[in-house]
């Protein structure tokens, strides 16, 4: 069983940052992971931001945070990070870790993929 949870959202104005945290546990995580971070707006759907391979290499983004946003693993501390610079209004949601166990090597931007979901934290952007 694999438990992921999220850290790290909050209040911050346009334009500022926020780094949040995923903390993954329960089994020794394959290099062949793959770890995806999605946001949920209030009456929107849930939407891909950026996923990246537990072992580091493959990430891909959103068109929307792409330049802004990094995702990053640090395997030592079994954690995935997103780092969001230069923050809009529109960034406004509920941002989910998410852990795809089954594929194998590649990195997926289809919620559908993801096994593992945490609770989800909140980032709020206000102007």
């Known amino acids: 069983q694999v438990q992921v949870v999220e850290s790290g959202g909050g209040l911050v104005q346009a334009g500022g940052s926020l780094r949040l945290s995923c903390a993954a546990s329960?089994?020794?995580?394959?290099?062949?992971?793959?770890m995806g971070w999605f946001r949920q707006a209030p009456g929107k759907e849930r939407e891909f931001v950026a996923a990246?391979?537990?072992?580091?290499?493959?990430?891909i983004y959103a068109n929307s945070v792409k330049g802004r946003f990094t995702i990053s693993v640090d395997t030592a501390k079994n954690s995935v990070y997103l780092q969001m610079n230069s923050l809009k209004l529109e960034d406004t949601a509920v941002y989910y870790c998410?852990?795809?166990?089954?594929?194998?090597?590649?990195?997926?931007?289809?919620?559908?993929?993801?096994?593992?979901w945490g609770p989800g934290t909140q980032v709020t952007v206000s102007s």
């Open positions: 998410a852990a795809d166990t089954r594929s194998y090597g590649s990195v997926n931007t289809d919620t559908y993929t993801y096994n593992y």
């Open positions: 329960g089994r020794i995580f394959s290099s062949t992971y793959g």
């Open positions: 990246i391979r537990w072992s580091g290499g493959s990430t």
